[in-house]
C-alpha cells in the first residue's frame, strides 16, 4: 500500500452520492415517524407462496437505516482513497453499494422471508468483501469461515422462520405481531426461538460463535467499518430487537440473551485487552459492544431496551470513526500493529483529534455520547428482570475493560516517542478524515445535549418495539444516583487496569493457554472432517473406472426402484398381449444372436456393430408398433452412438484373445444387465395393466392441430405444449457436451 | 481419418444429400415424423462421414464456426423463441403464430415454435460436432 502514487477512485467519490441522497430521504422522514406514523410499502413477490416485498419504515428501521446511510457515506468517500488497487475499485463499489442496499432492505422488511433473502444477501456479499484480497490464503480461509458460520446460523433463522409462519399461516411481520400470544403458548415456541437465536448469535458473533469476527478483518478497513462493526454484525441485533415483541419477554428469552450476551461482552473485552493489530482489538470491542447489546435486548423494561437503543447509536459512532482512524494509521505509515507506532500527534493532528473524541467516547467520559450509553445501561442493568446483579457485573467489568482499551488505543499510537515505521506518516487527504472527524463530533454533540437525539431517534425506535409507558430522559445529569456511582466506579476501575495492562495482558495469555478447548478449533475439525469424509467417498464411488461407475448408478437404480416395485408386488398378466407376429418374432431372434456376438466376440469393431444391430432391431420393433417418431430418433442415436463408440473404443489396444469369454467383471455386469432389463420388462407390463389417464392425450390430440397448428402430436408436445421441458434437455445436452469437451482437451493435454 | 478414395468419392456424394434431407426433416417435422432433434442427429451422421472420409480440420474449415458456439447460438435462439411471448404480455413460452394465405389450401403457418426447433436443432448439431471432432482430432 502505497499512498503516494495512488489516485482516489472517481466511482467512490461518484457513488457516494447513493448513500448521501438515501440519508437526505430518510432524514425528511424522521419528523412522522416520531410521532408514531409507519411508512409502508408493498409489492406483491411470489403471491401464492405469501411472499411479499414489503417494507414498513417505523422508529426502529429508521435508526438503522439512518446508521447505514451515515456510515455508509463517509466509509465510501473514505474507500475512493484508501483502496490500494484501483483497477478493483469498480468491484469494490459494486459490492459496498450492493451491500448497503442489502442491509437497508434487511432493515425494513416487512415480511420475515424477504428480510430472510436480505438477510442471506448481507452475508454473500459480507463473504465476497472478507475476501476482497483473494490472492491471499488467509483472506479466503477467513471468508469461508464467515459465510459457513454466518451461513449455517442463516438456514436455522429460515427454519425459525418457517415455523414461524406455519404457527401463525401469515409470514407478514405486522401480522405474525398480532399473534405473539398464540407463538408464546405454541408447543414449538422452543424450536422457533432456539432457530432465532442461532441465527442472531451467529451473526451477530456472540460465544460461542463470536471466532469469525476477528478473522474477519482481512477485509479492507473501510468494510470492517462499516459491515463488521456498524451494519451487518448489528443485523442480529435488529432481528433480536425486531421479533422483541413476538418472542420476548419470556424466561427462556431473557435468560438466554442476559447470560449469552453478558458472558459475550465479558469475553470480548478480555480478548480486546490482549490483542496488539489495532484491527483485531477493535474487533474484540467490537464482540464487547454486541454482547453488550444482546444482553440488555434480553430485558423487557423500558430503561433496558433504551439502553440497547442508545449504545446502538454510540457505538456505532465511535467505532467506524475508530476503525477508519485505523485504516488511516495504516494507510499513512504500513502498519496497524499498536508496538510500532507511537507520536502520530505531531504528524496526524486531525486523526488523532478525531480518534480522541471516539475513544473518550468509549471510555465513557462525561459530555460525551458514550456517558450518556454508559448511565442509562446502568440505569437498565439494575431493572433487568432476570439477574440484574450478572447484568450490572457484567456491564461493570466490560466498561472498564472498554475504558482500557480506549486508554491503549488512543495513548499508545498518537502521544509518546515517535517510532520508524515503513512510510513517513503525514496527514490524511480530507475525504479519509472528515468520517472520522464528523462521528467524532457527533459523539461530543450528542453527548452534550442527548434529549434531543434521544427525542428524533432513540424514543421512536423504543416504541416501535416496545409499548414504552414511561418517558426515558436522555439527560447529563440526572442527579448523584446509583449509575452516576457506577459510572464513576467504571472510571476508576478502566484507569486502574490501564495502568496495570501489562501484568494484565500476560495474565490473560496465561490463563488462555490453561483453556484445551477453542470454539474456532470445533469448526475447523468439523471442516476437516467433511473434507475426510468427501475423500473417501470419492476413493470409494469415484475410482476413475468406468466400469464401476456404470455398476454403481445402475445397481442403485435396480435397488431403488427394484426393491419398492418388488415390495408392492404387481401380479403381472402376460394373456393380455396379442401373439406377436412373425416378423416381430424374427427381429427379436436378430437381437438376441447380436447381444450374443456383443459378449463373446474378441473384436472391439464386431462388439460395437453387433450393439448398433441391437439398437437398430428395437427401433424396427418400436416401427411395427406405430411409433415412427420414436423409431426415427432410435435408429438415429444408434447411428451415432456407434460412429462415437467406435470413435474412442477403436484406439484402445486389441482385445486378448486367449482371455477366457467370461470374466469375474463380466459375470458381474452380466447380472446387472440382466436385472436392469428385467426390472424395465416388468415395469413396462406392470404400467400397461392399468388404465392409461386419458385426458392429456385427449387434449393433445384435440389442440395439437388447432392451436399449435401440428398433425405430429409428438413434434408439437416437444417444441410446444412442453417446450420448457425441451429447452431444459436441450441445455443438458448442450452442457454435456462442453463437459466432454473439456475432459478430451484435458486429455491431449496431459 | 482413413485415405480411402471410395469412401471419399461416396461422401462427397452422400454429404450433401444427407445434410438436404436433415433440413427436410427438420422442417416437416410438425407434420410428420422427424423435428428438430432426429434431424440434428442425421446431420452429425452427415459431418461424421465427413470427418472420418477428409479428418476433422476440412470439417471444421467447411463449417467456419466453432461447435461450441453453434450449440450456444441454438440454445439461445430456442430461449429468445419463448421470450418473444412475455413480450406482447402473454406467458412464457406461448407459442405466437404468423398464418399467410389464411383457410386457402396453401396456407403457411410460420411461429415461435419453428424458431424454438431450430435452436434445437442447432444445439443437438452443434453438440454432436463438438465432440465427433475432438474425438476425431484426439
Redesign the interface.
Known amino acids: 500500500m502505497v499512498a503516494d502514487n495512488a489516485k482516489p477512485s472517481i466511482i467512490g467519490w461518484v457513488s457516494s452520492i447513493i448513500p448521501l441522497g438515501l440519508f437526505g430521504a430518510l432524514l425528511y422522514l424522521v419528523p412522522q415517524v416520531t410521532v408514531g406514523h409507519v411508512f409502508r410499502i408493498q409489492l406483491d413477490w411470489i403471491p401464492s407462496l405469501g411472499v411479499a416485498l414489503s417494507m414498513a419504515i417505523d422508529g426502529l428501521s429508521l435508526l438503522f437505516a439512518l446508521i447505514i446511510c451515515c456510515v455508509g457515506f463517509f466509509v465510501t468517500l473514505y474507500a475512493a482513497d484508501y483502496l490500494p488497487k484501483k483497477a478493483a475499485a469498480g468491484k469494490f463499489f459494486v459490492y459496498l453499494h450492493g451491500f448497503l442496499l442489502a442491509m437497508l432492505g434487511l432493515v425494513m422488511a416487512d415480511n420475515i422471508l424477504a428480510l430472510f433473502v436480505f438477510w442471506e444477501l448481507t452475508t454473500i456479499i459480507s463473504y465476497l468483501l472478507i475476501g476482497f484480497e483473494c490472492e491471499l490464503e488467509t483472506a479466503r480461509q477467513n471468508a469461508r469461515q464467515a459465510l459457513l458460520v454466518t451461513g449455517a446460523g442463516g438456514l436455522a433463522l429460515l427454519i425459525g422462520f418457517l415455523l414461524l409462519g406455519s404457527i401463525t399461516n401469515t409470514y407478514d411481520l405486522s401480522r405474525i405481531t398480532l399473534q405473539a400470544g398464540v407463538i408464546k403458548t405454541d408447543p414449538l415456541y422452543g424450536v422457533v426461538l432456539t432457530m432465532v437465536f442461532i441465527g442472531a448469535f451467529t451473526k451477530s458473533a456472540q460465544m460461542p460463535f463470536h471466532f469469525w469476527l476477528p478473522n474477519a478483518m482481512t477485509a479492507p478497513t473501510p468494510i470492517s467499518a462499516f459491515l463488521h462493526s456498524a451494519t451487518m454484525v448489528k443485523a442480529g441485533i435488529y432481528l433480536l430487537a425486531r421479533l422483541h415483541p413476538i418472542l420476548g419477554g419470556t424466561p427462556a428469552w431473557m435468560g438466554t440473551l442476559v447470560i449469552i450476551g453478558g458472558i459475550t461482552a465479558l469475553v470480548g473485552s478480555v480478548l480486546a485487552m490482549r490483542a496488539s493489530d489495532l484491527k483485531r482489538i477493535l474487533a474484540f470491542t467490537t464482540i464487547m459492544a454486541l454482547g453488550i447489546l444482546t444482553m440488555f435486548l434480553g430485558g423487557k423494561t423500558t430503561p433496558a431496551l433504551t439502553a440497547a437503543m442508545t449504545f446502538l447509536m454510540v457505538h456505532s459512532l465511535y467505532k467506524s470513526c475508530l476503525f477508519l482512524v485505523v485504516g488511516i494509521i495504516d494507510h499513512q505509515t504500513g502498519t496497524r500493529q499498536i508496538d510500532h507506532i507511537g507520536g502520530l500527534l505531531k504528524s496526524m493532528p486531525v486523526t488523532a483529534l478525531a480518534a480522541a473524541t471516539a475513544a473518550l467516547s468509549m471510555a465513557g467520559f462525561p459530555l460525551f455520547f458514550g456517558f450518556i450509553g454508559k448511565e442509562i445501561m446502568y440505569k437498565g442493568a439494575l431493572t433487568e428482570d432476570v439477574f440484574p446483579g450478572f447484568a450490572t457485573t457484567a456491564a461493570l467489568l466490560a466498561n472498564a475493560l472498554m475504558t482500557a482499551v480506549a486508554g491503549i488505543l488512543i495513548v499508545k499510537p498518537f502521544l509518546g516517542p515517535e517510532k520508524k515505521t515503513r512510510l513517513i506518516p503525514r496527514e490524511a487527504p480530507w475525504t479519509m478524515w472528515l468520517g472520522p472527524v464528523f462521528m467524532g463530533s457527533l459523539g461530543v454533540i450528542f453527548g452534550i445535549v442527548p434529549d434531543w437525539i434521544g427525542h428524533w431517534l432513540i424514543r421512536p425506535a423504543v416504541r416501535a418495539f416496545h409499548p414504552s409507558m414511561e418517558d426515558i430522559q436522555l439527560k447529563l445529569f440526572h442527579g448523584i444516583n446509583e449509575p452516576l456511582l457506577l459510572s464513576a466506579a467504571t472510571l476508576s476501575l478502566g484507569a486502574l487496569l490501564y495502568l496495570l495492562r501489562q501484568p494484565l495482558r500476560q495474565t490473560i495469555d496465561y490463563v488462555l493457554k490453561q483453556i484445551p478447548i477453542r470454539f474456532e478449533h470445533l469448526y475447523t475439525g468439523g471442516l476437516e472432517g467433511i473434507v475426510k469424509i468427501a475423500r473417501m467417498q470419492t476413493r470409494i464411488l469415484q475410482n476413475g473406472s468406468l466400469h464401476r461407475y456404470l455398476s454403481i448408478i445402475i445397481g442403485s437404480v435396480i435397488l431403488g426402484v427394484g426393491l419398492p416395485f418388488v415390495y408392492s408386488y404387481i401380479p403381472l398378466d402376460f394373456g393380455r398381449y396379442p401373439h406377436p407376429s412373425l416378423f416381430a418374432w424374427l427381429l427379436g431372434g436378430i437381437i438376441v444372436v447380436a447381444v450374443v456376438a456383443v459378449v463373446a466376440t474378441k473384436m472391439r469393431l464386431l462388439a460395437i456393430c453387433s450393439l448398433g444391430v441391437v439398437g437398430a432391431g428395437i427401433a424396427m420393433l418400436f416401427l411395427i408398433n406405430g411409433a415412427p417418431d420414436v423409431a426415427l430418433t432410435q435408429l438415429l442415436v444408434e447411428t451415432l452412438t456407434v460412429i462415437i463408440v467406435s470413435l474412442v473404443l477403436l484406439r484402445l489396444p486389441r482385445l486378448d484373445p486367449r482371455k477366457a469369454v467370461f470374466s469375474a467383471g463380466k459375470t458381474w455386469s452380466g447380472i446387472l444387465a440382466i436385472a436392469m432389463g428385467a426390472l424395465i420388462t416388468a415395469l413396462i407390463l406392470a404400467v400397461n395393466q392399468t388404465d392409461l389417464e386419458r385426458s392429456l392425450t385427449d387434449f393433445f390430440e384435440a389442440n395439437s392441430y388447432i392451436a399449435a397448428h401440428g398433425r405430429n402430436i409428438v413434434n408439437v408436445i416437444l417444441v410446444d405444449f412442453r417446450s420448457l421441458d425441451t429447452l431444459g434437455e436441450i441445455t443438458v445436452v448442450a452442457l454435456a457436451g462442453l463437459a466432454c469437451y473439456g475432459l478430451i482437451q484435458k486429455r491431449k493435454v496431459e | 481419418m482413413m485415405s480411402s478414395l471410395i469412401l471419399k468419392t461416396a461422401t462427397r456424394l452422400l454429404v450433401g444429400l444427407i445434410l438436404t434431407f436433415s433440413i427436410y426433416l427438420l422442417l416437416r417435422?410438425?407434420?410428420?415424423?422427424?423435428?428438430?432433434?432426429?434431424a440434428a442427429?442425421?446431420a452429425?451422421?452427415g459431418f461424421?462421414m465427413f470427418a472420418?472420409a477428409e479428418g476433422p480440420a476440412v470439417v471444421r474449415q467447411a463449417i467456419r464456426i466453432a461447435p461450441?458456439r453453434i450449440?450456444?447460438c441454438?440454445?439461445g435462439l430456442?430461449?429468445a423463441s419463448?421470450l418473444v411471448a412475455p413480450l406482447t404480455g402473454q406467458p412464457?413460452?406461448t407459442?405466437l403464430?404468423w398464418?399467410w394465405k389464411k383457410g386457402q389450401p396453401s396456407e403457411v403457418?410460420i411461429?415461435t415454435?419453428?424458431f424454438?426447433?431450430v435452436?434445437?436443432y442447432f444445439?443437438?448439431l452443434?453438440?454432436?460436432l463438438?465432440?465427433?471432432l475432438?474425438?476425431?482430432?484426439?
Open positions: 417435422g410438425h407434420n410428420a415424423p422427424g423435428g428438430g432433434f432426429a442427429l442425421v452429425g451422421t461424421a472420418i461450441q450449440a450456444m441454438g440454445l430456442a430461449l419463448g412464457f413460452f407459442g403464430w398464418i403457418a411461429g415454435p419453428l424454438f426447433d435452436g434445437v444445439a443437438v452443434g453438440t454432436i463438438t465432440l465427433i475432438a474425438l476425431e482430432e484426439n
